[in-house]
Structure formats: C-alpha cells, structure tokens
C-alpha cells in the first residue's frame, strides 16, 4: 500500500486559494489518489478523486503531474467554514474485496489541518 | 444520499464491560468498515467486512471483534473494555464498485 506524506498543518485567510500537496513516491499503477474532508467530531466527508491529470468538481480541483509520484488539492477561495483536516488516501478503491482483498482498502494518514482565518 | 448511522454519539463504560456499538447504511453496500480516531494517530482500520458474515482483521483487531449477520449492519464488540479503548469510533461503508467511502458521524466512547 503506497504510504502518503502530507503537511501537518497549513494557515490560510479568506477568499485565498489553498493547495495542500500529498506525496506517494511509491504509488501503484492501479491506485488512485482520494481526498477527504473531516470537521470536529464528525466522520471524513469524500471530496474528490482522480487517477491522473486533472480532476474539477464543485467543490475542489485536484492535480496530478504525470509521473502521479504527488498530487495537489485545490480549494478556490475559501471560507472560515473550511476549516478542517483534509487526508489524502491512495489505494485501488475499485473492485470487489474478497477474503485478502485488503489490497484495496484505503490507508488514512494524520492529515492537514487546514486553519482559516478571518 | 447514502446514509451510514452510528447508534450511538458518546458513550461512558466502565472497565471489563462488554459494548456493542452498532452502524446501519441503507444503500446495500457489500463492504462496511470500522476505524478509530485518536489524536495524533489518525485514523486507524480495526475490522472490516466485504459480505455478510464475513469479516477481515485490520491493522489493530486486538481487543475487538466484529459481527455482520445481516448486509446492512456491521456490529463492532469490546469484548472486555479497557481504558485504552478509550476513543472516537468511525463506521463507513462503500459499494464494490463505488469510489468513496461514506461515514457515519461517529461515537466517542469513554472507559473509565
């Protein structure tokens, strides 16, 4: 299972663009690369994933370079209510999981802890 | 939407008792999981299952056990609770084919 690193903590302001880079150096030709979202004392809320270039969405846009050895979420312009831990998963979440099917269960990190401030 | 319900939002228990936390999802996924939470740890897998009755150990089954009897619920049991079991409690659930996981709200369980 490829292992992510990602930075602890991130400050942002409003109305700013954020990028939050997760690295996965050994990531497999069948894995993609899943973010989510996760607000105090809730459970992680799915944002987006991609396999390779770039994927947009309503709410955030992820770029992953060629060698897909990183990836990068973007979240336009941002508000207080962002605030939260954002994690970046890899692993092939496709398929069914069968006995040993632990090959596609998804590894959560200790995430960003994105801060935004007035 | 896909709806994954914890039965329970915090919980106190005392040392050596039994706890059953209990996940509902209602959109007949083939696949539920359990993880903890702990600060500074993220979140770690203790048990999954991939169908009905089935069931898989993850990174740290120690001190749990599981119990699927039926698809759309996915029962996890201290088997005896320890202070250690102290922590926030996260059920998901995805379909085979489905790209994200879904997860319930949580139960912060506190062993005293």
């Known amino acids: 299972l490829a292992k992510t690193t990602q930075p602890i903590s991130m400050d942002s302001y409003e109305g700013q663009e954020v990028n939050i880079t997760c690295s996965h150096n050994?990531?497999?030709?069948?894995?993609?690369i899943t973010w989510y979202q996760q607000f105090p004392s809730q459970g992680p809320r799915f944002i987006i994933q991609?396999?390779?270039t770039k994927v947009t969405n309503e709410v955030a846009s992820l770029f992953i370079p060629a060698d897909r050895k990183s990836s990068t979420l973007s979240l336009p312009r941002v508000s207080l209510s962002d605030t939260a831990v954002y994690y970046c998963?890899?692993?092939?979440?496709?398929?069914?999981?069968?006995?040993?099917?632990?090959?596609?269960?998804?590894?959560f990190g200790t995430g960003t802890l994105l801060a935004v401030q007035p | 939407d896909v709806k994954v319900t914890q039965s329970s939002r915090y919980l106190v228990k005392r040392t050596g008792e039994k706890v059953f936390l209990e996940c509902v999802q209602d959109?007949?996924?083939?696949?539920m999981f359990w993880y903890r939470q702990d600060p500074g740890l993220g979140l770690r897998l203790i048990y999954f299952?991939?169908?009905?009755?089935?069931?898989e150990k993850g990174d740290i089954p120690e001190g749990y056990s599981v119990s699927r009897e039926k698809k759309e619920r996915f029962s996890l049991i201290l088997e005896s609770a320890s202070t250690n079991q102290t922590s926030m409690y996260l059920c998901?659930?995805?379909?085979?084919?489905?790209?994200?996981?879904?997860f319930g709200s949580g139960t912060r369980l506190t062993v005293v």
């Open positions: 050994n990531i497999a030709t069948n894995d993609y």
């Open positions: 998901a659930s995805r379909t085979g084919t489905h790209y994200g996981y879904t």
């Open positions: 998963l890899v692993g092939d979440p496709r398929g069914r999981m069968s006995y040993g099917g632990a090959t596609n269960k998804l590894i």
């Open positions: 991609g396999y390779k």
């Open positions: 959109m007949d996924h083939e696949n």
């Open positions: 299952s991939y169908d009905v009755k089935m069931k």
